[in-house]
C-alpha cells in the first residue's frame, strides 16, 4: 500500500518531539515510507466479451516448403512442410480458442498449368479454405481449428511466392475488418517475396536481388523471379491502415540469415505486430530487448518444427489478451507503492481481488474480481488503472 504524506502529517510528530524531549521519556517510533515524490498511472479498459480477435492464417505453400530441415540430411528427412503440420497440429490444438481464425494458403497454381505465370497465381477470396469463425463461443472455436488442421495436413507444396497479391486480397475480406475487435493476419513463409510482374526491380537492372537459381527472360521470369521488398512491405502498411496487424513468422533456417532478416523485418515492422519483451528478456539469444519493449527482431523465426511450435504458442499468447492478467511497463521499486483502482475505486491486494507477481512485472486478477473482469462486455466495460508511487 502506498503512503503519501502531507506537509500536516509530517510536522504534527515533530512538534510532539519538541514537547516531550524535556520530560527525559523515551518512546519508538513506528518507521515511515518515505515520502513520494511522483506518481505513474497506467489505464486499461476491459470488455471481456470483445477480447477474441480475428486472425486469418495465411500459409505460404510454396514449392521451397518441400526443402530438407537439415540440408545435409540424406534418405527419409523431415521437410518445411511436414514439420510445419506438426507445428500446426499442435498448435491448433492446444490453442483452439485464442482467436476466431481462418485460412488461407498461397500460392494457386492452376492444375496441369506449369508455366511461369500459373507457378505465380496468387490466392484471392475464393480460395479461403476456412472462412473466419463468426462466433466467440468456445465450441465454434475449437470446430473451426480442427477445420484448419484438416486442411494444413492435406496441404501440398508448388510454385512460387506471390506473398503481396495475397495479402492484397485477405485486406479485402469483410469479417476481418471488424472495427469493433483486433484483426490480424498471421502470415507464416519460408522465402522472400516474388511473383510481382509489375516489379520496377528486373533481372536486367542490379537491384533484382533474385529469389530463385535463376531470373531470366527466357524463362520469363526476370521479373517474377525478382525480391518484391517493396511492393509486399507497402501492402502491409496499407493492411495496417485497414485496422489489420500483420504477424510475420519466418519459417526455415535462411529466414534466420542473409535476405531473409532485413526483408521480414521491414515486414514486421510494417505489420504494426512486432515481438514484444514486457519483462525485458522475452527475445532469446542472439536478439535484445529495446527500449519501447519491443525486440531488436521483430519478427518471430524457426528453423524446425518445435520452434514454430514454440512461436506459434507465444503468438497465441500475444494476441489473446487475458483480462485477468496485466504486465505492468514499468515496476514499483516495492509492492506497497502500487495500487489498483477498479471504475474509479481503489481496490485492496487481496485473495478474491489481485496480487502483484514481482518477478514477471504481472497484475494478476483472482476470484470474484477476475470473474467479473471475465463477464464484461463493451456495453458494460471496467476501467481499471495502475497507479506506481515513486518514493525517494
Same mark, same amino acid.
Given at each position: ?46 470488455? &471481456? ?31 518445411r512442410m511436414t514439420e510445419l503440420k506438426s507445428a500446426m497440429q499442435t498448435f491448433l490444438s492446444t490453442n483452439p480458442t485464442v ?47 480442427? /477445420? ?8 501440398? +507444396? ?48 542490379? +537491384? ?48 534466420? /540469415? ?9 515486414? &514486421? ?33 524457426? &528453423? ?33 507503492f502500487l495500487s489498483v483502482v477498479v471504475d474509479g475505486t481503489a481496490v485492496q491486494a487481496g485473495t478474491d481481488t489481485w496480487r ?14 477476475? +470473474? ?6 463493451? &456495453? ?13
Amino acid at each position: 500500500m502506498r503512503r503519501i504524506l502531507s506537509t500536516s502529517l509530517v510536522l504534527a510528530p515533530l512538534a510532539g518531539l519538541m514537547v516531550l524531549a524535556g520530560s527525559c521519556q523515551t518512546y519508538d517510533f513506528e518507521p515511515v515510507v518515505p515520502l513520494a515524490i511522483s506518481q505513474k498511472t497506467a489505464s486499461r479498459q476491459i470488455a &471481456a466479451t470483445a477480447l477474441k480477435p480475428n486472425m486469418m492464417l495465411v500459409v505460404d505453400s510454396s514449392f521451397s516448403m518441400d526443402g530438407k530441415i537439415d540440408p545435409g540430411c540424406s534418405g527419409s528427412c523431415a521437410t518445411r512442410m511436414t514439420e510445419l503440420k506438426s507445428a500446426m497440429q499442435t498448435f491448433l490444438s492446444t490453442n483452439p480458442t485464442v482467436a476466431r481464425m481462418g485460412l488461407i494458403n498461397y500460392p494457386q497454381p492452376i492444375p496441369g498449368d506449369f508455366s511461369p505465370a500459373s507457378s505465380c497465381r496468387a490466392a484471392d477470396l475464393s480460395h479461403i479454405k476456412v472462412p473466419l469463425a463468426q462466433s466467440d463461443d468456445d465450441a465454434t472455436l475449437r470446430a473451426t481449428a480442427s /477445420s484448419i488442421n484438416s486442411e494444413i495436413q492435406a496441404l501440398t +507444396a508448388s510454385g512460387g511466392t506471390p506473398t503481396r497479391p495475397t495479402l492484397d486480397a485477405v485486406g479485402t475480406y469483410a469479417p476481418l475488418l471488424e472495427a469493433t475487435r483486433s484483426n490480424f493476419i498471421l502470415l507464416l513463409t519460408d522465402g522472400l517475396p516474388n511473383c510481382n510482374d509489375n516489379n520496377p526491380n528486373t533481372c536486367n537492372g542490379t +537491384a533484382c536481388n533474385c529469389t530463385q537459381a535463376q531470373c531470366s527472360e527466357a524463362l520469363q521470369t526476370c521479373s517474377l523471379g525478382c525480391l518484391d521488398r517493396d511492393g509486399t512491405v507497402s501492402t502491409i502498411t496499407g493492411l495496417v491502415g485497414k485496422g489489420i496487424r500483420t504477424i510475420v513468422v519466418g519459417f526455415g533456417s535462411e529466414t534466420g /540469415s542473409g535476405q531473409g532478416v532485413p526483408v521480414l523485418t521491414a515486414m &514486421a515492422q510494417a505489420g504494426g505486430f512486432p515481438r514484444r519483451c514486457p519483462n525485458g528478456n522475452e527475445c532469446g539469444t542472439g536478439d535484445f530487448c529495446k527500449a519501447d519493449k519491443t525486440c531488436n527482431r521483430p519478427f518471430y523465426q524457426a &528453423a524446425n518444427g518445435t520452434e514454430l511450435a514454440t512461436a506459434l504458442g507465444e503468438i497465441g499468447q500475444s494476441v489473446s489478451e487475458n483480462p485477468c492478467e496485466y504486465v505492468l511497463s514499468e515496476q514499483p521499486s516495492d509492492p506497497r507503492f502500487l495500487s489498483v483502482v477498479v471504475d474509479g475505486t481503489a481496490v485492496q491486494a487481496g485473495t478474491d481481488t489481485w496480487r502483484y507477481d514481482q518477478p514477471t512485472g504481472k497484475v494478476l486478477f483472482q476470484g470474484a474480481l477476475c +470473474a467479473q473482469l471475465r463477464a464484461t462486455t463493451t &456495453a458494460d466495460p471496467i476501467t481499471l488503472e495502475f497507479r506506481i508511487v515513486q518514493a525517494l
